[in-house]
């Protein structure tokens, strides 16, 4: 306790330096996983080729892909963004699926309704389905950010500090106390950016809650069961 006290300015920066590294690769992978997501929910011939192609950048180690993109496009391991490129690389191979399912989830009655009141494919779009898809997505989006705060930390083994510097520091000095603060310090990260994401979502789509509210209320599952009754 005594080491977290003497060293609270140094724990403060590096959160807020992996607050930064962490919350950049979310936005920009949710950005970018949109428009692939919707391609390959639209077009069922690459649908397959989009998903697998992203899901397998999942696989790529973490060390590997911070050493090989400096090698291969010239700019420096230590540098930011280069974390923040890898994290958003990460981010796109969960978010891609997350948005294709998402967009399947829409009832097609509901295209087809925006579409008989004049809603052109685009407007109908970002008006009708990425809205009605937006609980699959927050679900990625979740899974994502949870990931890519807790991937952060392998940046420090490319020089790029944040609060895997933690970690190595305190393994290298035997400071138990180091450690456990900084593995305490992303849970944090990870728990606020989780319950931030969900406020959001009940803030932006107030539907989907209802609609939850209403299928778990007796009137709903009553409602459920009525035509097991009148079969019978």
Known sequence: MTWVLDNLDLILDRTTDHLRQSVIPIVLGL??????GWVAWRFRLVRGPVIVLTGLLYTIPSLALLILMPAVFGYSATDEPNLVIAL??????????????????????VRQAATAMGYAAPRRFFAVELPLAGPVILAGLRVAAVSTISLATVGILVGVENLGYLF?????????????????????????IDALLVLLGRMLMPWSRAAA???????????????????A
Request: no cysteine; aromatic share 2%; glycine share 10%.
């Open 88 to 109: 958003t690389i990460y981010a796109i191979a969960i978010l891609v699926r997350a948005v294709a399912d998402g967009l399947d989830s829409v009832d097609p009655d």
């Open 168 to 192: 190595t520091n305190g393994l290298q000095r035997r400071i138990i106390v180091e450690v456990l603060a900084g593995v305490l310090a992303v849970v944090v990260i990870a728990l606020a």
């Open 213 to 231: 509210g209403s299928a778990g209320s007796p009137k709903g599952r009553s409602m459920g069961r009525a035509p097991l009754r009148s079969a």
């Open 31 to 36: 950005m970018l996983s949109i428009p692939l």
